[in-house]
């Protein structure tokens, strides 16, 4: 965010009108505030960003395959990929559920996944490490309506 304000483009980002896709770091940048560095992300989407908590079975970063939850199944993002569908993830902040969520993972509760805000998407997993859902994930978001 420092490097977004630096440069001016806080106010640009948030104006855009066309889809706009946000993957990892991305996808928590469209979030209102994030606990890493405690800073204010660009707000398109309602909620926060929080460190995830270790645990012996969930170490931290969360990385490798996780199966995805899909909550919007008319989601443009979401079009053709199920529930149950892997997915590859390396993060260790992530944002936590709301009205936005299309899809969720567990991984010591239900993070969102994946969100949408108006033209605003994220995937919090790699698309392009995801195989054949990540590449049909890729595909939608290409087919968004302008």
């Known amino acids: 965010m420092a490097k977004i304000d630096a440069l001016g483009l806080r106010g640009t980002i948030r104006a ?3 889809p706009t896709l946000g993957i990892c770091l991305g996808m928590q940048l469209f979030f209102e505030q994030s606990q890493e560095g405690r800073v204010r992300c660009l707000g398109v989407v309602k909620g926060a960003v929080h460190k995830i908590d270790s645990a ?3 170490p ?4 490798g395959w996780s199966r995805l939850n ?3 199944e008319d989601s443009v993002l979401a079009c053709g990929i ?5 997915v590859y993830f390396a ?6 559920a ?3 969520t299309v899809a969720t993972v567990e991984y010591g ?3 969102a996944a994946v969100c949408q805000s108006g033209n605003f998407f994220g995937c919090q997993f790699h698309p392009e490490r995801s195989g054949e859902v990540g590449a049909a994930v890729l595909s939608n978001f290409l087919a968004a309506p302008c």
């Not at 931290?60 to 990385?63: D, L, N, Q, S, V």
């Open 109 to 111: 509760g239900a993070l």
């Open 60 to 63: 931290t970063p969360h990385m």
């Open 82 to 86: 199920e529930s149950g569908a892997y």
């Open 98 to 100: 709301g009205d936005a």
């Open 91 to 96: 993060h260790s902040y992530a944002c936590e």
């Open 70 to 72: 899909i909550l919007q």
């Open 16 to 18: 855009l009108r066309q």
């Open 56 to 58: 012996p079975d969930r």
